[in-house]
């Protein structure tokens, strides 16, 4: 917007710029990645025009990806149980998988070859608002051909480029993701490792129709030229979010925090500007929501500035979170049985990217979710954890490690009228981290402090509805041109000079930027 010749005030609620993408040293010494804390899905032309690396982005990239340590007696011929390593070296990668299964060795890199095919189509609608289709049926002709050209025309795009690959395509984005990976693999040690991809940050199972569509989701990124690759970003996604206010600042942007907006203010149905918490008044004709369509909505907008039926769209979306996030400082870096540290206690390669624990089969990840529609949490809970101070050195003292802890299944509501508090904060990390002991003995005494936080409290913390980190399910009656709501997508809004420019408008969700830099662009052609 301020290349564009705007002039631009951002207000962030919080103490710290960033939203979800945030590093605080909630314990001293430690600096946690709070919310956010793997890069992938931000938009390379989006690196590139607001030059990050310039204002001292770093990465640390991660290779092997993931790590599934098995509960199981010590193989005769290892001493240890068995463990798999996924990584980007075919043949390492070809003999961890036949440990269980040599067809799946076999079929594994076919299989990635296959998603990164659909992806690859799929682009162009990535950096492309969907199509507006009152504009298109019954707009004017100028208005049509704007549609055309922005919207319509990369969705004919990636028919082409999917050409034969559609059936497929539809399939991913329909079936469940056992569906999917049931026609690939047959050891569950691999399709559950995969399955957790597809469930990541959503209330569904792995059973679930239209589960499948979220592991496309998850392999959309790029990061340093490489497809699919996920990383750390040094001093934590705060770090990340540091340089875009500076880029933004030296544009010209102020930016101010511990601002939060009150009231956003409309006028015969176009947006006039803000009201913050402490009354300051500031007139706007264009005013970008990072904010869930929710919270913008329906708790900093009148309803009678609304249309009735839009209104009843939004409070319609679907927000239900499963996802407890656990930010663990240790003195000593995690034992794993499966794969034991050496006498130096380094850090050794499956240290150094996702570790699933109790993934030893879907059935365990289905059980999870279905205690979840109890108002319960299972006693295995799915966990994936993360160790960003083995690759970044400026996160911990050294010899000790941050430890990120992404869990599910937790409802937002819990049985029997109980509430999140305390008591069953530490009820729930103690489940945890005793499901981490199992495979790593020694965890919970290397334990120095933790930060729990439940679905209300990513609600509370951060603004994310229900606690859902996508700002809204990315189910498929939540994207494209439903998101995020049938009659509105993308940015727009029923309000003019009003738009969605976070994870609730299109793509969707995680730290892709896609959707601010859609809002911003079509705010500067003010196509609505």
């Known amino acids: 917007m301020a290349r564009g010749g705007k002039s631009v005030c951002v207000l962030e609620k919080r103490h710290v710029l960033g939203g979800a993408a945030v590093t605080e040293e909630i314990i001293p010494g430690y600096k946690f990645s709070r919310c956010s804390y793997v890069l992938s899905l931000l938009r390379p032309q989006i690196l590139k025009d607001l030059e990050l690396k310039k204002y001292g982005l770093k990465l640390h990239m991660r290779d092997p990806n993931s790590f599934t340590p098995m509960l199981e007696d010590p193989s005769p011929s290892t001493g240890v149980p068995r463990s798999l390593l996924i990584g980007s070296d075919h043949s390492k990668t070809y003999q961890q998988i036949a440990q269980f299964s040599a067809k799946d060795a076999e079929a594994y890199f076919r299989y990635e070859d296959k998603l990164t095919s659909l992806v690859e189509a799929l682009q162009p609608i990535l950096d492309s608002p969907p199509p507006n289709i009152h504009k298109l049926t019954s707009g004017s002709l100028q208005e049509k051909w704007r549609e055309w050209r922005d919207a319509v025309k990369p969705l004919v795009t990636v028919g082409r480029r999917l050409n034969v690959d559609i059936p497929s395509f539809y ?78 600042k030296d544009k010209g942007v102020e930016i101010f925090t511990n601002q939060p907006v009150a009231h956003i203010e409309s006028r015969d149905g176009k947006v006039t500007g803000v009201v913050t918490a402490d009354g300051r008044e500031i007139h706007a004709s264009t005013v970008l929501s990072n904010a869930t369509p929710h919270v913008t ?172 980190i996508f700002h809204g399910a990315m189910a498929l009656d939540q994207l494209y041109l439903t998101r995020p709501t049938p009659k509105f997508s993308g940015s727009v809004t029923p309000v003019q000079g009003l738009y969605i420019c976070g994870s609730g408008a299109h793509p969707g969700g995680g730290v892709m930027g896609s959707p601010g830099r859609l809002a911003a662009l079509q705010a500067l052609q003010r196509r609505h």
């Open 297 to 468: 909505f329906t708790q900093l907008m009148s309803k009678g500035d609304l249309p009735s039926e839009f209104y009843d769209e939004v409070r319609a979306i679907d927000y239900t979170s499963p996802v407890t996030k656990i930010n663990v400082a240790v003195n000593t870096l995690p034992n794993f049985l499966a794969a034991p540290n050496t006498p130096d206690n380094q850090p050794l390669p499956h240290h150094q990217c996702t570790i699933h624990l109790n993934c030893e089969s879907t059935d365990l990840i289905h059980q999870a979710y279905l205690s979840a529609q109890q108002g319960e949490w299972f006693h295995r809970p799915v966990i994936e954890m993360t160790i960003p101070s083995s690759k970044d050195l400026t996160l911990a003292p050294e010899g000790h490690h941050v430890v990120l802890l992404f869990t599910m299944y937790t409802p937002y509501e819990l049985s029997g009228g109980r509430q999140w508090d305390d008591v069953t904060r530490g009820q729930y990390a103690d489940c945890v981290f005793d499901s981490i002991e199992r495979y790593a003995p020694g965890f919970k005494e290397s334990v120095v402090g933790r930060d729990i936080l439940t679905p209300p409290d990513l609600e509370r913390t951060f603004g994310l509805t229900g606690g859902n």
């Open 171 to 248: 399939e991913m984005i329909t079936s469940p993701a056992t569906k999917v990976l049931d026609k690939w693999f047959e050891s569950e040690p691999l399709k559950a490792t995969l399955a957790t991809d597809a469930v990541i940050g959503a209330m569904i199972s792995p059973h679930s129709s239209g589960s499948s569509y979220v592991l496309l989701h998850h392999v959309m990124g790029e990061l340093e030229g490489r497809k699919g690759a996920w990383g750390y970003v040094e001093g934590g996604m705060g770090a990340l979010s540091d340089c875009l206010a500076q880029s933004a």
